[in-house]
């Protein structure tokens, strides 16, 4: 499709609810190689793409922060082959794309821990960062060695390190306080996250910042998730009622019961 095409799902009627950060979980790029005939790695290929073309359908949508599961904390035990192409892509990512990525405007952020990547992609990513740090046009963020049992649980060890220091007080440990640990803390909560691939589950992927998150899940695999298929979670995102565990609208100016 070019870059110049965005479709509407035309049986979304009325103005259309966008969300500022859709998080989404890219399943599927060995399944498609095997249907496509082709190596493994060719399919995780065609899923870099799939990253470029929703990239662009966000800044087209409005959509303010991408967040992309690249790479969970569980993909470590993959055949080695596997994790090699994977970090290589990863690596050759980097190399093409963070040009075009500040040229256009678009932040540059990753979260998980860094510390087993060789010192070459960490630095890659490093200098992606600081790179298109002042960039404000539109945030895309990639997971990488992230789980968020990993995320939820280097904020306790911080805080940890705080109460054993004397700084604060086990009592002063607030779920906000929690909150601002977690990260990419600074960034709007996922409204939306959006799941490829068939399966309908999260994967110990950002679970502290989806407790209020929309749910999308279909059955297309993530190489051939285009912006049709985007614009369709979009316009499913946009007829729901969020009501953040209050009964109805209303209720949030009143103080209404609890509801999920």
Not at 187 to 195: A, G, S, T, V
Request: proline share 5%; hydrophobic share 40%.
């Amino acid at each position: 499709m070019s870059s110049g095409a965005f479709p509407r799902d035309e049986s979304d009627a009325g103005p259309m609810v966008i969300p500022r950060h859709v998080a989404i979980i890219m399943d599927g790029n060995n399944r498609w190689a095997k249907r496509n005939g082709v190596p493994g790695p060719a399919g995780h290929r065609a899923g870099v793409e799939a990253v470029r073309n929703i990239l662009r359908a966000c800044r087209h949508h409005g959509v303010e922060v991408l967040t992309v599961f690249a790479f969970s904390s569980e993909n470590w035990g993959r055949p080695l082959p596997e994790v090699r192409a994977l970090l290589a892509l990863l690596s050759r990512y980097l190399r093409s794309e963070v040009r075009e990525l500040n040229k256009d405007g678009i932040r540059l952020r990753f979260i998980g821990e860094r510390t087993r990547f060789s010192a070459r992609l960490q630095r890659l990513m490093q200098q992606s960062e600081h790179l298109t740090a002042g960039n404000a046009e539109a945030t895309l963020v990639i997971a990488v060695d992230y789980g968020g049992q990993w995320d939820i649980a280097q904020a306790a060890q911080k805080l940890a390190l705080e109460v054993q220091a004397g700084r604060l007080v086990p009592q002063d440990i607030t779920p906000e306080l929690i909150d601002s640990h977690i990260s990419v803390a600074d960034l709007p909560r996922p409204d939306l996250c959006i799941r490829t691939g068939g399966d309908a589950r999260i994967s110990n992927f950002m679970l502290w910042q989806f407790a209020y998150s929309e749910l999308y899940f279909t059955n297309t695999l993530w190489p051939d998730f285009g912006e049709l298929e985007f614009a369709r979670a979009l316009a499913d995102y946009s007829r729901r009622e969020r009501r953040f565990g209050l009964r109805d609208p209303d209720s949030i100016a009143a103080g209404g019961s609890l509801d999920a």
